[in-house]
């Protein structure tokens, strides 16, 4: 214990790894730690068809819940198809480093959820002071990532998902002291996970339903059932579970997605930070698979290893394995027992997005987030039936996981990950071992290394699938793949970039698919002469491209790309995480940017919201009628100590809080229409 920093070495540390971790591929700076190593598309009426379809079947799998409004037919066409028109008619905000939440003019925000507020009657008030585990577990947890509503039988109402990524100590208690503090370490526990809470529409806006049936707490110790291929591998077996099949929690859930029978799937992304010892595994092979997923060579940023020996590798050498899932859960059943689903792969699960193949197969996109790492599908060998909700939940279980290979010619390939697959016969034991170890799997089939992929998303509209890069300053690096490519064109991607990928006959089913750079990130006032053409051949760091989009005078600087969400009409709306890092680009907060991805307008991507100081925007997620907004700000005042001197949003105290709110337009029209 005597190694234990005193806070202000803590804060320091933590200084290091923001200023550091996009050099090493990590995601959260507060969790830096050791790195490892056009269109054929169905028309848009069959979409909305679908999409209708959808809500009816899950107003009748919550009971007989009021379809949402939905946008008529006339209403979409007039904004999203009629020749020359801007589907976007917000005056873009300019970029900030204001330590408050900016929204375009004609536009209002409500705080509806921040951490610590109670969802239970019996759940006590927030007390920064005063904070236990038990109180966590009856409250909204921390840093909320990934934000999702389902409909709610008899309407209105809704059900809104969030997940809570992790936790920051040093921003949550004063004094924080990891590693001592079993308190401490047991409330963070409870902070993690994700939450279910029930909303209702009222005259002031949206408000949280406390004490609902619905609501309910996920966190890091709650019973999960471990599914699919992987279940019962003998390295998921634990001394506490020699059977593989259960495991306690999920953490550092980010983002996440819903499936067309209404469940939530959240994603494990840096699981690794939460283990510790990796240097010390005994076996080898072990060693060596902890080491490609970047598992803390020493001790854990958090070092709840100090109380509970599941965390150590030394003392339980399997448990890593049981971390870095899509977990799915059912929303409407606060009894339903989360359920890891291992045919989707192991690895730093970014989201998971679903979309209906031709044939009806549900089709999963994930990105794994880190430098040089991959594009996964999942598509699932059964179709989805919508007149049976319960067959839904066994759909992700049986299927064919593949990894994405982009070719510089602009064609691409989903490369199955099966046992079957030549390339790797002879290297896995069995189906679970290759999902267990997927990312080696994927090294071995010859997948394409990405610059950090995080979100990948089909558009609802037109089908076409959208996946962000983050950034990637590394390339071309040491040992690392040489140089840049097609896919990943700048030697050094210090801003992020946008790939738009088009399956082949607009199948999600496909295991060909045509893509493109839709944009290239950064300020467009620099270089925005770049050529699609251009792209292929590689690319100095300040090129940037707008989708074709160039009047620089009227477009948005931005850099980060990382979570996207599809607005009714089928624009692409992209929130940042890293900004503030960005030199190139003035270093201004984190923000939220809406771009028209057809028509005229066309790449011409204009900023919507800026982000109070410290803080990512997470999310985003827009109801089925487009006129409500929710965002989750995730770590605002990131890099202070309590008392916080970086940002005292939302109420204005020395403790920021993380926190999710609602965007509406105030004369309640659509959103960025
Ligand atoms: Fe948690 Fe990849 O962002
Ligand atoms: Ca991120
Ligand atoms: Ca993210």
């Known amino acids: 214990m005597s190694q234990r920093p005193t ?6 540390a933590r200084a290091v790894a923001a200023e550091t971790c996009e050099i090493e591929g990590v995601d959260r700076p507060g969790l830096h730690a050791d790195a490892g190593a056009r269109p054929a598309n169905e028309s848009f009426a069959a979409v909305l068809g679908r999409h209708l379809h959808r809500r009816a079947f899950l107003a009748g799998a919550a009971g007989a819940a009021a379809v949402p409004v939905l946008l008529t037919a006339g209403e979409v066409r007039a904004d999203a198809t009629a020749a ?15 330590d408050r939440l900016i929204t375009p003019e004609g536009y209002d925000h409500q705080v509806l959820i921040r951490w610590g507020d109670p969802l239970f009657e019996d759940a006590p008030e927030f007390d920064a002071g005063a904070q236990t585990p038990e109180a966590q577990r009856r409250q909204f947890g921390f840093n909320n990532d990934f934000v999702g509503v389902f409909p709610v039988e008899g309407g209105p ?5 969030a997940n809570h990524e992790y936790t920051s100590g ?15 370490a047991e409330i963070e526990m409870a902070a993690h996970g994700g939450s279910v809470v029930e909303i209702a529409p009222g005259p002031d806006g949206w408000r949280v339903a406390r004490g609902s049936r619905f609501n309910r707490r996920i966190d890091a110790t709650t019973p999960m059932a471990i599914a699919g291929p992987a279940a019962g591998h003998r390295l998921l077996r634990t001394a506490a579970d020699p059977e593989g099949r259960t495991v306690l929690g999920m953490v550092n859930n980010c983002s996440g997605g819903k499936t067309p029978w209404g469940t939530w799937l959240t994603c494990e992304e840096n699981f690794n930070y939460y283990f510790a010892n990796a240097e010390q595994a005994q076996d080898p092979d072990l060693k060596a ?3 490609r997923y970047g598992v803390s060579r020493k001790e854990s940023p958090a070092r709840w290893e100090a109380f509970f020996d599941r965390f150590d590798v030394t003392k339980e050498p399997h448990e890593a394995f049981r971390f870095g899932w899509v977990v799915e859960i059912d929303p409407y059943d606060p009894a339903f027992q989360p359920v890891k689903r291992t045919a989707l792969g192991r690895m730093k699960h970014e989201a998971a997005t679903t979309a209906l193949a031709k044939d009806g197969r549900v089709a999963v996109y994930t990105g794994d987030d880190q430098q040089f790492d991959y594009v996964y599908k999942f598509v699932s060998s059964r179709a989805f039936d919508p007149a049976d909700r319960k067959a839904g939940f066994g759909l992700l279980d049986e299927g064919t996981l593949h990894v994405a290979r982009f070719h510089d010619d602009g064609t691409g390939e989903w490369l199955p990950l099966t046992i079957d697959n030549p390339a790797l016969k002879g290297r896995f034991a069995d189906q679970g071992e290759i999902l267990i170890k997927t990312r080696l799997a994927a090294d071995a089939v010859g997948a394409t290394a990405m610059d950090r992929p995080e979100d990948v998303q089909p558009n609802p509209v037109g089908g076409k699938v959208y996946m962000t890069m983050t950034n990637n300053s590394k390339r071309p690096a040491p040992g690392e793949p040489k140089g840049a490519d097609a896919a990943n064109p700048r030697v050094a991607n210090l801003n992020g970039h946008i790939i738009e990928l088009v399956e082949d006959g607009g199948d999600h089913g496909a295991t060909r698919f045509r893509w493109s750079v839709f944009l290239l990130c950064g300020d467009p006032a620099v270089d925005l002469k770049t050529k699609p053409e251009e792209i292929r051949a590689g690319l100095p760091t300040a090129a940037t491209f707008y989708a074709g989009y160039a009047d620089p005078s009227t477009l948005s600087k931005i850099a980060y790309p ?4 599809f607005d009714p009409h089928g624009n692409l709306w992209i929130a940042t995480d890293g900004q503030p890092k960005t030199e190139g680009i003035g270093a201004p907060n984190d923000a939220l940017h809406a771009v028209p991805t057809e028509g005229p307008h066309r790449g011409h991507l204009r900023q919507f919201l800026s982000a109070p100081s410290g803080a990512e925007v997470c999310g985003p997620e827009f109801t089925d ?5 929710f965002c989750a700000i995730q770590h605002p005042g990131e890099g202070g100590l309590v008392p916080n001197k970086v940002s005292s949003w939302p109420d204005g105290e020395s403790l920021p809080r993380p926190a999710v709110v609602a965007i509406r337009r105030k004369d309640g029209g659509l959103i960025g229409g």
Do not use: C, W
């Open 7 to 12: 806070a202000a070495e803590a804060a320091r």
């Open 84 to 98: 020359g028109s801007d589907p976007l008619a917000f005056a873009p905000i300019a970029p900030s480093k204001e």
């Open 157 to 161: 109402n809704l059900l809104l998902v």
């Open 170 to 184: 040093e921003d949550m208690f004063a004094p924080y002291e990891p590693g001592v503090n079993r308190a401490q």
């Open 289 to 291: 698979v902890h080491a």
């Open 562 to 565: 990382d979570n996207i969400a």
């Open 625 to 629: 009628d487009g006129r409500t907004l």
